[in-house]
C-alpha cells in the first residue's frame, strides 16, 4: 500500500494538532483513534452537523467564520439537550487543491470557539474532494438529565430563547437583498445568519427544567411541529410574542407581510423549551445567570387528531395561515 503523502499529515499535525492539545485521549491526533474514559453512570450525548458550501453557507465566508458555524450548529444541538460540550470531531472535505490559508483561517476559527466554549479536537478525517468544502462535526456532550423532544405535556408554557428571524433576514442580506435597512441594522443581521450563538449555559442550566426542548434550526413553526408531534400533543403559538430584535422589527415596519418568514426561516439556532407553569420562575433564575434572554411564546394543548399541528396566532383572535410550510399534519 502506497504511504500517505507526507503533506497530509505535516497539515493535520500543524494546523489541527494544537487543537486536540487540550484533551490528552486526543494523542496528539498521531494515534489511530481516540481514548475517552466514562464515569460509570454518567450521560454522554452525541450529535453531528455538517455543512455544505453552496448549501448551509454561501461559499465567500472567512474559512474562520465556516468552521465556526459548523462548531456552533453542534454545539446548538447539544445545548437545547442540556448537555456540556467537552470533545469534538472533525470531517473535513477540502476541494483539491485548497491552499494551505484555507486551513489556517478553519483552525484559527475552531481555536477560538474551542476557547469560547470550552471543549477541545479528538479527531477526525480529512480528505479531498472534487466538489464542495464541507465540514461534518460530532460534537460530544456530558449530560445527565438529558432534554428528549418528546416530553412536552398539555399545559406546559412554550419558551424560546433569543431572538426569532434574524438569520433568515441576514440570508436575504448575504444574497444580496436590499431591505432597507441602516447598515448597523443589516451588520447585525447578517452576523446573525453567519455566527449562531448556541445556547450551551442556558442549556446545561435548563436541563432539570424542562420537559421537552429542541433548537430551532428549520424555523420556529416547523420546529415547533416536529416537537409536537414526537411528544403526541398540538401547540398554540402566538405570533405577538415571538421574540424580535430591533432589526427585525424595522424589517417588519417597512413590509409586515414578511413575518411569515420569520416565524418559518430557518437557521435561528435559539432553543425552544416545554416547562410546567411553576417552574417558570426558575427558567427566567437560568435565563439572568446565563445572560440568554427568554420569552414565553405560547402553550402545549391537548392532541386534537392527529398529534403535531401547530397554530399561529396573531395576537388579535386570528389565525395566521403559513401555507407554505410542510410542518402541518393534516
Ligand atoms: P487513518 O488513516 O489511520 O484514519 P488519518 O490520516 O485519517 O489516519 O488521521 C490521522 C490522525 O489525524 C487521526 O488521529 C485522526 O483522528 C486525525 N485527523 C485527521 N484529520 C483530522 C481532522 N480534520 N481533524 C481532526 N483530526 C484529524
Ligand atoms: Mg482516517
Known sequence: MRPKVSGEFARIARY???????????RGLRDDAAFLSWPAGQGLVITQDAIVAGIHF??????????????????????????VPFAYLLTLALPQGSGDDVLA?????LAADQQAYGL???????????GPLSLSITALGRGDQP??????????????????????????????????????????????????????????GMARLAHAGLDVSDGLVADLGH??????????????????SPAARAVLRRDPSRLPDLLSGGDDYEIVLTVSEGALPRVSDVAA???????????VLPAHGQAGLVTVGDGAGGIIDLPRLGWQHS
Open 16 to 26: 489541527f494538532a494544537p487543537l486536540a492539545a487540550g484533551h490528552p485521549g486526543a
Open 289 to 299: 445567570a446565563s445572560g440568554t434572554p427568554v420569552t414565553v411564546i405560547g402553550q
Open 105 to 109: 483561517g478553519l483552525a484559527a476559527g
Open 58 to 83: 454561501i461559499g465567500d465566508e472567512p474559512p474562520a467564520d465556516i468552521a465556526r458555524k459548523a462548531l456552533r450548529v453542534n454545539l446548538s444541538d447539544l445545548a437545547a439537550k442540556g448537555a
Open 147 to 204: 432534554v428528549e423532544r418528546s416530553g412536552a405535556r398539555a399545559g406546559d408554557l412554550v419558551c424560546v430563547t433569543g431572538t426569532i428571524g434574524d438569520a433568515a433576514l441576514g440570508l436575504d442580506i448575504a444574497r444580496g437583498r436590499d431591505l432597507g435597512l441602516d447598515a448597523d441594522d443589516a451588520a447585525f443581521l447578517l452576523a446573525r445568519y453567519r455566527l449562531p450563538q448556541p445556547r450551551v449555559r442556558f442549556g446545561a
Open 227 to 244: 416537537l409536537a408531534a414526537v411528544s403526541g400533543v398540538d401547540i398554540s403559538l402566538d405570533a405577538g410574542r415571538v421574540p424580535l
Open 120 to 130: 477541545s479536537l479528538i479527531g477526525g478525517d480529512t480528505v479531498s474532494t472534487p
